[in-house]
């Protein structure tokens, strides 16, 4: 998957490794998406999923807070700029970045406010061995357009009313 741009009215002069490169005015450029996405210098493991990715824990000591004394804060992790992009970049980047960002976490909110999803276990599964698969098949995964799991059909979940 690539993603069209275009320059400006300006030659736009970019560096690769040791090779400077001149992009004329009003060129079509498509830089992929896909090997940036899954580029190894810029993601442990790229195609792990592996959504604490995007999380970073810290410890800190504090006496008044639990018995152990440590505060753990979590901040989201703002990729690098130009090494995650899924609605694009720049003054190009897509105008409806922020509503799908909050929709999502609208729609997931609606979700799981009076559910929960559950592995449904196959005959004769324990829990640990339904989690075990569950987990397993968010392990194997590929890159078309997006991350994906390669067999998720695997492992069927069930909502239940709480």
Not at 65 to 77: A, C, N, P, Q, R
Not at 96 to 110: D, H, P, R, T
Not at 123 to 136: H, N, Q, V
């Amino acid at each position: 998957m690539s993603l069209p741009k275009w320059s400006n009215d300006k030659p736009q002069v970019i560096q690769v490794g040791e090779r400077t490169i001149v992009i004329p005015p009003r060129t079509g450029v498509m830089p992929g998406i896909l090997p940036v996405h899954t580029h190894p210098k810029y993601w442990d493991e790229p195609l792990r999923w592996n959504p604490a990715r995007w999380i970073s824990s810290s410890a800190s000591y504090s006496p008044e807070k639990d018995s152990t004394g440590l505060l753990y804060s979590e901040h989201i992790v703002i990729p690098t700029q130009g090494t995650f992009f899924p609605w694009s970049d720049g003054p190009q980047n897509c105008p409806g970045q922020k509503f799908s960002e909050v929709e999502f976490v609208a729609v997931l909110a609606v979700l799981l406010r009076n559910h929960r999803v559950n592995v449904v276990r196959l005959d004769g599964e324990s829990f640990e061995k339904a989690k075990e698969r569950a987990l397993s098949v968010t392990q194997d995964c590929n890159m078309e357009m997006l991350l994906r799991m390669r067999d998720a059909d695997q492992v069927r979940l069930a909502w239940k009313k709480i």
